[in-house]
């Protein structure tokens, strides 16, 4: 069984006074254990309301979503969310924030403490514990978000353009720490983004959409083997990837302009 399934999933928003928008139409994905699957799509494609979807924030027009085997209702603490705005607790410090979901959970002070700074220790923050998120870099605070995530042990973690704020340079560092990560966790991700070499750098499978209304048009499997470094971005196979996405989102940028 996969962990996540959505199965023929539509979305149509009904604004009063205003035309009918269909966001996701007749969308079916399975999402396997221990993956990291990434969907990529142009602006406007809905790729963040699927993933709303899967967080329990919205609700399908029709449709089901089942997270091992059960159905999606509402927000749960068995899936962690990271999106692309701080959203931090900015009265709480850093090792606040990330002890928070455990804290809530009702364990035990020494237990929740040492999954705070096991998780700050994994995003490299050690020493930043008592600084609170208006005192930190945007990589910094971002981290922070992963760290706080994680330490709720989500059976599946996902990203709305995480680091889509970030410059190049920290958005690289920061790939190449979720990788280090997701490596060590194991954690199932459903990762969204519109960036082509951040889709192929990251994912085991690319799904790219099709312009609203949404829908998927082709999933790649990349074949390029772990663990992967900055090298893998002018191999052969990662710009044959690329190629072949770019000109999948190519078409789709067109027919929307057109419609």
Same mark, same amino acid.
């Given at each position: 069984?996969?962990?996540?399934?959505?199965?023929?999933?539509?979305?149509? !928003?009904?604004?009063?006074?205003?035309?009918?928008?269909?966001?996701?139409?007749?969308?079916?994905?399975?999402?396997?254990?221990?993956?990291?699957?990434?969907?990529?799509?142009?602006?406007?494609?809905?790729?963040?309301?699927?993933?709303? =979807?899967?967080?329990?924030?919205?609700?399908?027009?029709?449709?089901?979503?089942?997270?091992?085997?059960?159905?999606?209702?509402?927000?749960?603490?068995? %899936?962690?969310?990271? !999106?692309?705005?701080?959203?931090?607790?900015?009265?709480?410090?850093?090792?606040?924030?990330?002890?928070?979901?455990?804290? =809530?959970?009702?364990?035990?002070?020494?237990?929740?403490?040492?999954?705070?700074?096991?998780?700050?220790?994994?995003?490299?923050?050690?020493? !930043?514990?008592?600084?609170?998120?208006?005192? =930190?870099?945007?990589?910094?605070?971002?981290?922070?978000?992963?760290? %706080?995530?994680? $330490?709720?042990?989500? %059976?599946?973690?996902?990203?709305?353009?995480?680091?889509?704020?970030?410059?190049?340079?920290?958005?690289?560092?920061?790939?190449?720490?979720?990788?280090?990560?997701?490596?060590?966790? %194991?954690?199932?991700?459903?990762?969204?983004?519109?960036?082509?070499?951040? $889709?192929?750098?990251?994912?085991?499978?690319?799904?790219?959409?099709?312009?609203?209304?949404?829908?998927?048009?082709?999933?790649?499997?990349?074949?390029?083997?772990?663990?992967?470094?900055?090298?893998?971005?002018?191999?052969?196979?990662?710009?044959?990837?690329?190629?072949?996405?770019?000109?999948?989102?190519?078409?789709?940028?067109?027919?929307?302009?057109?419609?």
């Amino acid at each position: 069984m996969s962990l996540l399934s959505i199965q023929d999933v539509t979305v149509r !928003f009904e604004p009063k006074g205003k035309p009918v928008v269909l966001a996701l139409d007749n969308v079916s994905l399975n999402v396997e254990h221990n993956t990291f699957s990434v969907i990529v799509g142009p602006s406007g494609c809905g790729k963040s309301t699927l993933l709303r =979807l899967v967080a329990g924030l919205e609700t399908p027009t029709s449709g089901r979503l089942d997270l091992d085997g059960k159905p999606i209702l509402g927000p749960s603490a068995d %899936r962690g969310m990271v !999106f692309q705005s701080y959203t931090l607790f900015p009265w709480l410090t850093v090792r606040e924030n990330v002890m928070f979901g455990p804290k =809530l959970k009702g364990l035990p002070k020494s237990e929740y403490e040492d999954i705070a700074d096991r998780f700050i220790a994994a995003v490299h923050l050690k020493g !930043f514990e008592k600084s609170y998120p208006k005192e =930190l870099s945007g990589g910094m605070r971002q981290r922070v978000a992963l760290a %706080r995530a994680l $330490a709720n042990d989500p %059976r599946i973690l996902l990203m709305d353009e995480p680091f889509g704020a970030l410059d190049s340079q920290t958005r690289q560092l920061m790939q190449e720490l979720l990788l280090e990560i997701w490596q060590e966790q %194991r954690k199932t991700v459903l990762f969204i983004t519109h960036d082509i070499d951040e $889709a192929v750098f990251l994912g085991d499978e690319v799904h790219v959409m099709s312009a609203r209304p949404g829908r998927f048009k082709k999933t790649l499997s990349i074949d390029i083997g772990r663990p992967r470094g900055i090298d893998v971005l002018t191999s052969p196979a990662f710009m044959e990837y690329k190629r072949e996405i770019l000109s999948l989102m190519h078409d789709e940028a067109l027919r929307a302009q057109m419609a």
